[in-house]
């Protein structure tokens, strides 16, 4: 077997080994419930607070501002159906292009009797500050757009689309799922009022995330119980795993541009080897503008030829016999593969759109491991397509 090269990092990434050591204590001899009042349950309880205050100063918060949670789909899910159950009148603003968790929160709301816009995004899968502005004009209780997706990379503008919305007094959450610990995500600058994210995209352990909620801001809690979380997310903290968040939310800020730039020019290299392997099989599906996408994420789909369509189920599991782990965004539904929602959204044909890969590059990653990727890519295609047309 081929040695692995993994280009999946959107999915989730590897756990920092720094990030494990600063964890172990807190998984053996660091015990301690939090509530308890003894001094092993002071000992964990200060661990959790200073693990707010390092996850609050890396994004411009205070510590109150910040709600733990088991990830990201759980934050999504706070922020959109809390919110909405404590504001009455005015609808949910979201998009097309949304992950699955705000999108299923949100027909939570729906069937709750409100009223939900599902916008559209643009061809490049952002979504324009203009369309949000139309929407507001229906007026809204809560706006909820996501920072970078997570198919695609692309970026909405999402100062602009705060701006639009602060100046109608509705509030806007953003999925930061894919950019907390990617780019410089600052709660102020981007005028937000709540924001999204999870730690094992960034290096950190899985099941564990984060919501911030500007102060003043209520919520209904999803998860009621004990009063953790200030009342607003009951449970016993989970300790570790938000030593965890925070020592990886820190080592991003201080490697920030050193792991952009090498993401940068791995996805220079790829796609230059792209093009010199498969000019004018595949698209790019998104934006090409670096300046309106993430460094790490490239997604290509492949549009039929003479008709017929490429099976992006077997484009996948080929490359896996090959070694090469990507993604195509697609869901499963009931055993069979679905185009990817986002890809749809976009406007790509559902033909195309089901041969679509997604490549996201991570801190190992290597040209080397790029050019055998590509490699593995032309011969799969080329193979796929021959035999399609015997
Ligand atoms: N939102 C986005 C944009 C994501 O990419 C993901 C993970 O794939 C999630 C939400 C869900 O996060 P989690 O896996 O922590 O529940």
Redesign the pocket.
């Known amino acids: 077997m081929n040695q692995l090269v993994y280009l999946d990092h959107?999915?989730?990434t590897p756990l920092d080994t720094r990030v494990f050591d600063a964890m172990v204590p807190f998984l053996n001899e660091e015990y301690g419930n939090p509530s308890s009042v003894h001094r092993l349950g002071r000992k964990s309880r200060f661990a959790v607070e200073e693990a707010r205050e390092r996850i609050a100063a890396v994004i411009g918060a205070e510590p109150s501002e910040i709600i733990f949670t088991?990830?990201?789909?759980?934050?999504?899910n706070l922020a959109v159906r809390g919110y909405m159950e404590m504001h009455a009148g005015g609808r949910l603003i979201t998009s097309a292009a949304?992950?699955?968790?705000?999108l299923r929160a949100a027909d939570a709301v729906g069937e709750g009797g409100r009223q939900v816009d599902v916008l559209r995004p643009s061809e490049d899968g952002a979504v324009a500050a203009e369309s949000v502005e139309d929407a507001l004009e229906r007026g809204a209780a809560l706006v909820s757009i996501?920072h970078?997706?997570?198919?695609v990379g692309t970026i909405s503008p999402i100062e602009e689309i705060a701006e639009l919305c602060h100046d109608r007094n509705v509030a806007l959450h953003t999925?930061?799922?894919?950019t907390v610990g990617v780019l410089d995500v600052d709660v102020a600058k981007l005028g937000v009022d709540m924001l999204?994210a999870?730690?094992?995209?960034f290096y950190g352990p899985?099941?564990?995330?984060f919501l911030f909620v500007r102060g003043g801001i209520e919520l209904a809690p999803l998860i009621r119980g004990g009063s953790q979380e200030r009342k607003r997310r009951g449970g016993t903290e989970n300790v570790a795993g938000v030593v965890g968040m925070a020592t990886a939310l820190e080592l991003a800020l201080d490697e920030r541009s050193e792991r952009f730039q090498h993401a940068r020019e791995l996805k220079q290299h790829l796609l230059d080897a792209l093009s010199s392997a498969l000019e004018g099989e595949y698209r790019i599906s998104g934006s090409a503008d670096p300046q309106r996408a993430l460094p790490n994420i490239i997604n290509i789909h492949f549009p039929p030829v003479d008709g017929r369509p490429m099976d992006g189920e077997m484009l996948l599991l080929n490359l896996d016999m090959e070694g090469i782990l990507v993604s195509s965004g697609s869901a499963c539904t009931s055993g069979a593969v679905e185009p990817s929602h986002v890809l749809l959204a976009m406007g790509i044909a559902n033909s195309a759109a089901q041969a679509a890969v997604r490549i996201s590059t991570g801190l190992s990653t290597t040209e080397d491991a790029i050019d055998r990727a590509v490699e593995a890519l032309e011969r799969v295609v080329r193979r796929m397509r021959r035999q399609a047309a015997a």
Do not use: C, L, P, R
């Open positions: 959107a999915a989730t088991s990830g990201g789909t759980e934050a999504d949304e992950h699955e968790a705000v996501m970078a997706n997570n198919e999925d930061a799922v894919q999204s999870s730690a094992h995209k899985k099941g564990v995330g």
